[in-house]
């Protein structure tokens, strides 16, 4: 299956698993590090991939949450997400993809505007977030919030769905993109 | 306080930069709180220095104390410096036992009290300094006529640090080991890639460490080339001139690093990896 989809399997019990797509391995390890730190009820997985598609002689659980890393310091980064999206199936982007811009601090090292990664989550209706995973205190809240978000993707938080989420986060969202 | 150890003072104070000195002053914890606030640190920095030497002579600054400046300069700056690192490790038929930081520590310090006159340490973190100085003390070390010889100060300082191999190691440096996580929640899905890249990368740059190279400078008189159909620049029949400078503290490991860190793809531009054979790090390239 050289696309992934979001229901083609049965869930663990209790097991919440977020994949983390980016190029820089260094940065999704410090992350998934951070992110099985916290105190969590449900079981959590993390796998790590350079790009899409996936490998398919792995045996994997059904994928939760897709965090797509990008960093701002690197066109090959973004390029590379550009690529592996088009391996992604259609119902994941109800709530169950995300994309994490790291390095808007540096701006001096930033080779892709601001705008360009707000442009391609807008045109996957899916959240941005932005952390300089490279700071340990912004990792590990970030590291946080997956969890969480990873947690209700994957059904553990009863009355709120991966929807419900993915619409309230839209409507905290500033000023349209027509009206930048 | 002899005139040696002001002058000593007096010349570590002037190396430090006016930004960092209240705070190395306050590192060193010679002079107290209240005698480092009659200091008007706005004034230049002359001023400062003289300042700060006279209230040292008030507290009959020691030569143990004047070293300790130093080492504090030297550990702010540990970075300037070039290093030499030598790792300890267990002689034939000895065990490997775990021992106490704290106690070895001591015992460390005791024994280099007891070898070295004139030492003085610092411990900071994990990391024990110490500062010796040989020659005779009694040497003027300002005069240096044809007559007199000049004193054989030298002075050796080299810090250690104690800390896990773990945290001192990069990131990108596990990676080429392919010490993969030990927590088994965490599933590398490209694991055949990495092992491809890592591959190449061994195969290219080999496992001991690159020689030094900080500039590697590329002259191209090519023409444009462009993914897009239509570009002004694709259509001019001369070539385009431009020149490429890659700089680096350490140009090739850092090469070296850029597959492994996922920062470019494997294998790497045969115009980068050519360096160390071809010896040569200004290329000038046309189109054939």
């Known amino acids: 299956m050289s696309v992934l989809r979001p229901l083609d399997k049965l869930p663990s019990l209790n097991t919440a698993t977020i994949l983390l797509v980016g190029t820089e391995d260094a940065l999704l390890q410090q992350l998934a590090d951070s992110m099985l730190k916290e105190d969590c009820a449900s079981e959590l997985k993390v796998h790590l991939a350079k790009s899409l598609p996936l490998p398919s002689s792995v045996n994997r659980p059904r994928i939760d949450l897709i965090v797509f890393v990008v960093n701002l310091h690197s066109k090959y980064s973004l390029q590379n997400t550009e690529e592996s999206l088009h391996h992604v199936d259609a119902s994941f982007f109800l709530g169950k993809v995300c994309f994490l811009a790291t390095g808007a601090g540096r701006e001096s090292h930033c080779s892709i505007h601001r705008h360009t990664v707000v442009r391609l989550a807008h045109s996957y209706q899916s959240p941005l977030l932005y952390c300089d995973l490279e700071v340990e205190g912004f990792r590990a809240t970030m590291a946080q919030r997956l969890v969480r978000m990873l947690q209700i993707c994957a059904g553990h938080v009863p009355g709120v769905s991966a929807l419900n989420l993915l619409s309230l986060l839209r409507s905290s969202e500033g000023p349209s993109l027509e009206d930048m | 306080m002899d005139e040696t150890v002001a002058e000593f003072i007096k010349r ?22 209240s005698q480092l606030q009659t200091i ?26 004047a070293a300790l400046l130093d080492i504090i300069y030297t550990q702010f700056h540990q970075h300037q410096k070039v290093w030499d690192v030598f790792q300890m490790s267990k002689g034939p038929g000895e065990d490997v036992d775990l021992f106490d930081i704290k106690q070895f520590k001591n015992s460390f310090k005791k024994i280099l009290q007891r ?37 054989a ?23 080429l080991g392919l010490d993969i996580n030990m927590d088994s929640r965490i599933i590398h899905e490209n694991i055949v890639e990495k092992e491809r890249v890592q591959q190449i990368t061994q195969e290219t740059f ?11 400078q590329y002259k191209l008189e090519t023409k444009f080339k462009s993914d897009l159909n239509r570009s002004i ?15 680096s503290p350490h140009l090739l490991e850092a090469l070296k690093s850029l597959a492994p860190a996922g920062i470019a793809d494997a294998p790497l531009s045969p115009l980068l990896t050519c360096i160390p054979n071809k010896r040569m790090n200004y290329f000038k390239i046309r189109d054939k």
């Open chain 2, 115 to 151: 070898a070295l006159k004139n030492s003085a340490q610092e411990t900071k973190e994990n990391a024990v300094w110490f500062e010796s100085a040989w020659g005779n003390s009694n040497s003027q070390t300002t005069s240096r006529t044809p007559s007199s010889a000049p004193p």
């Open chain 2, 40 to 65: 008007n640190f706005r004034q230049r920095k002359e001023s400062v220095v003289q300042h700060l030497v006279r209230l040292c002579e008030e507290k009959h600054a020691s030569l143990n104390d």
């Open chain 2, 206 to 216: 080999g496992d001991y460490p690159q020689p030094q190279l900080e500039f590697a």
């Open chain 2, 233 to 247: 620049l694709a259509e001019r029949e001369e070539p385009l001139r431009c020149l490429i400078k890659f700089s």
């Open chain 2, 153 to 175: 100060r030298a002075r050796t300082l080299w810090g250690q640090t104690f800390e896990t191999h773990n945290s001192t190691t990069p990131l990108q440096e596990r990676n």
């Open chain 2, 12 to 33: 570590t104070i002037l190396k430090i930069t006016m930004n960092e000195l209240i705070t190395i002053l306050k590192a060193w914890d010679f002079l107290s709180e």
